[in-house]
């Protein structure tokens, strides 16, 4: 067998092998309030409630807190966020968080808004 396609496969081979790897070490995997608290400083995700009435914005600083809850258990986890907030985060009854737990508070990299569903939550009445 010749050498040229040897090496090719053996460059395809170690190209799936990097591809498998960065997508390993990029992924994180989502977890409960207390499940990110055990595991602190490793990057996961969390899907929580957002506690109404705790978003402050420092626009001069760039930052955003909040607090998120367990709807379950009613643990919290303070959020920090080094970006601006999100449109319409008021009107987001969840959140996804995307970060790491370090001295009690998430490090967020990443905030997803969960928003209510225009279908959610209408009674329609008869006028009779």
Known sequence: ??????????????????????F????????????????AGRKVHV?????????????ERKELRF???????????PVVYHGFKPENMEAAPRVVVQGAVENGEMRCDKILLK?????????????T
């Open 1 to 22: 067998m010749k050498a040229g396609p040897i090496i090719t496969i053996l460059l395809v081979a170690a190209g799936i092998a990097v591809a498998v790897y960065s």
């Open 24 to 39: 390993m070490q990029s992924s994180s995997p989502y977890v409960t309030i207390a499940e990110a608290k055990a595991a």
């Open 47 to 59: 899907a929580a409630d957002l506690v109404p009435d705790s978003i402050v914005s420092n626009l």
């Open 67 to 77: 607090v998120v809850e367990d709807a379950a258990t009613g643990e919290r986890l």
């Open 115 to 127: 928003c209510p569903s225009k279908y959610e939550g209408k009674v329609e009445t008869s006028g």
